[in-house]
């Protein structure tokens, strides 16, 4: 069974830029959660993917948008990027109806 | 408005003791909650959870109680082993609509040997 992976490991951009970071599901898991996690706080969720469309969002501007593929592969996107988007960004997939996530190893984005 | 809260930055913790984990939370429409554990340099690994129908959930080393008048989750490991340092969070939702986690911010768990 292969776990969630994530691609990049580590991203360097500079203020203003767009990112495109990736994410493939668990094998048999049909719904993907994105989430930013600052230096020395929890993960804050961004939005949540399910038959290629968003089930919830969390308080996140417009300028983070996402993708989810037929495969239930994903993407985050986040444009115009802030200093303030520096963080690590972890995806985690679930099949529908069952609670727990399980979370891939994340990207780590710099900002300058 | 933090919902779910870790007040403990840190815990030490002499091998083969117990840790205890603390977290409380303030939504009371959550009715599932889990608690991870973190290294550096990866991603938060699932330990154990609990739904809000229980009062307490065994796994091996790992125990979770849930208090829900209190609104107050502990995780206790027994024995502490000094694999078991690393960040720990706790993580509570809705089962209703979107399953999103609503995180702590953390307890750094140091297991002395």
């Known amino acids: 069974e292969t776990g969630v992976t994530q691609s990049p490991t580590h991203l360097i951009k500079t203020r203003g830029q767009q990112v495109t970071l990736r994410c493939s599901s668990q094998?048999?898991?049909?719904?993907v959660s994105w989430y930013q996690q600052a230096l020395g706080q929890g993960p804050q969720f961004i939005f949540q993917?399910?038959?290629?469309?968003?089930?919830g969002r969390g308080n996140f501007p417009p300028r983070f948008s996402g993708l989810q593929f037929p495969n239930y592969s994903s993407e985050l996107n986040v444009n115009a990027l802030e200093l303030d988007d520096s963080a690590l960004y972890l995806c985690?997939?679930?099949?529908?109806?069952?609670?727990?996530?399980?979370f891939g190893p994340g990207t780590r984005l710099l900002v300058l | 408005d933090q919902q779910v809260k870790q007040n403990s930055p840190s815990l030490s913790v002499q091998e083969g003791r117990i840790s205890i984990l603390n977290c409380d939370y303030t939504?009371?429409?959550?009715?599932?909650f889990l608690w991870y554990k973190k290294y550096p340099a990866e991603g938060p690994t699932f330990l154990i959870s609990?739904?809000?129908?229980?009062d307490k959930n065994e796994d091996g080393r790992f125990t979770v109680f849930l208090n829900k008048s209190a609104k107050h989750l502990s995780l206790h490991i027994v024995p502490s082993q000094p694999g078991d340092s690393a960040v720990y969070f706790c993580?509570?939702?809705?089962?209703?609509?979107?399953?999103?986690?609503?995180f702590g911010t953390g307890t750094r768990l140091k297991v002395l040997a």
């Open positions: 939504n009371s429409m959550f009715d599932y």
């Open positions: 985690a997939s679930s099949l529908r109806g069952f609670e727990t996530q399980y």
């Open positions: 094998s048999g898991h049909n719904t």
């Open positions: 609990i739904s809000s129908i229980k």
């Open positions: 993580a509570a939702t809705g089962t209703s609509g979107t399953y999103k986690y609503i």
């Open positions: 993917y399910y038959r290629e469309e968003e089930n």
